[in-house]
């Protein structure tokens, strides 16, 4: 096993399902690494059809809010994050992805929190992204400088705003992925 797959390989492995379908997931994706060294998108949108992915969730430690962005290729409000370059650390690509986006300079947490496994949306549709959570507390009050262009809209939301949202606009993992975070109050979506 290619090294940097080795070390997706101990992450993955490393975490604790939070339900069945994650389970699943964690399931396939450790499969999926010990088949394959072409994990890494390489050609943009979907080559290989299956590729790493880096999502990093803002979470206010004092509220509990989650920043979230209205994506514009995929239609749905998603964490920041984006595909983990050859050999890139996910880790790595969840620090790089924050800065490129939100123009936040910290890291976010080393480890993921949650996996998913998810077929994409939108205007890039069609391929399968292995997506490793991470979480980076910092402050809603943070400054944030936005990336152009890929997203209509950047805000934070409140556990009650989420509570009546639409789950429909949101990544079909989201909610799942607050339950995990904060188990209470529960998250239905």
Not at 10 to 23: G, I, P, T, W, Y
Not at 85 to 91: L, R
Not at 160 to 188: G, Q, V
């Amino acid at each position: 096993m290619r090294p940097s797959v080795a070390v997706v390989y101990r992450m993955v492995s490393a975490l604790e399902a939070a339900d069945n379908l994650e389970a699943e997931h964690l399931a396939h994706a450790r499969t999926w690494l010990v088949g394959t060294d072409d994990v890494f998108r390489r050609v943009k949108p979907a080559s290989p059809p299956q590729h790493l992915v880096s999502y990093v969730v803002p979470v206010d430690p004092a509220s509990g809010d989650v920043l979230l962005v209205d994506h514009v290729n995929a239609g749905l409000w998603l964490p920041p994050g984006g595909h983990v370059d050859v050999d890139e650390h996910p880790a790595d690509t969840a620090a790089r992805e924050i800065r490129e986006e939100l123009g936040v300079d910290s890291a976010p947490a080393a480890d993921p929190l949650f996996l998913t496994v998810t077929r994409t949306v939108g205007i890039d549709a069609g391929h399968t992204d292995v997506s490793l959570w991470f979480v980076h507390e910092m402050g809603s009050a943070q400054s944030l400088r936005p990336g152009q262009g890929e997203f209509r809209e950047v805000r934070w939301w409140s556990r009650a705003e989420l509570s009546e949202a639409d789950p429909a606009r949101f990544d079909p993992h989201f909610f799942r992925f607050l339950a995990k975070l904060s188990p209470e109050p529960a998250f239905t979506g």
